[in-house]
């Protein structure tokens, strides 16, 4: 039987977190680590994991329709951007394919997310503290650049790490302003997620998940709705009040865990 509260929870953890800075694959893991859930299965995967798809797709239309416009005869002639987002996700893709089963099993424990949480959490404040002092660029990211922002994003395919939180530092990391640098991380989001959906409806067996598509749909639904609020609100907030919260949260986070994990 399906629980209704754990497809919800869920499907809400995994729109709200895939955009923020502060890792939906750990926000996953730890209620099945902490509450002993089980496992939801690929389709529920593939249904979360595509409404957050398509709301970045939905927010950012206007660029993506440019995008596409720019390989067709008589688009645009700046493909700038658009290979920008591809050697950036490379790296990741490349990195994905070779180390999956090593991510899927000895990186999803809880003692790799506290370090990861922490970790990432302090380089996201440096990062935060750097732009504060005056951001250079403004404008779309070189390719070297993108390259660069690319290898750092195969740390996000440790739990806690952050997809968004990686991508988003090393771009500060490398002078750029804080919306520019959200900006590329999210519309690098599209080529992440819809290559690891793609990958799981070509990995997933027929009778293999027990969700029925009612219940998938609702997830979806309920993941694309948060995911856009979510990339609405943090594109609002990030000039206005910084990185700085989300920081916090990555400590306060860790030390709980940390604390919960040394006694017992």
Known sequence: MTDWVQVVLLALIQGVTEFLPVSSSAHLILPAQIWGWVDQGLLFDVAVHA??????????????ISLARSILPGGPKDQSELWALVVATVPVVLAGLLFKDVIAVDARAVNV???????????????????????????????????????AQVFALIPGASRSGVTITAALFLGYHPAAATRFSFLLSVPVIGTAVVLMLFTMGSGQSSLSGGVALSAF??????????IKAFMYWVERIGLMPFVLYRLALGLVLWVWIIQG
């Not at 639904?221 to 979510?230: D, E, H, L």
């Open 221 to 230: 639904g309920i993941s694309a709705i948060f995911a856009y609020a979510t």
């Open 113 to 151: 997310i506290i370090v990861t949480t922490l970790l990432f959490g302090v380089l996201l404040g440096v990062a935060d503290r750097l732009s504060r002092r005056g951001a250079r660029h403004i404008g779309a990211v070189s390719f070297r650049d993108a390259l660069l922002i690319g290898l």
């Open 51 to 64: 409404g957050t798809l398509c709301a970045v797709l939905w927010y950012f239309r206007d660029t993506m």
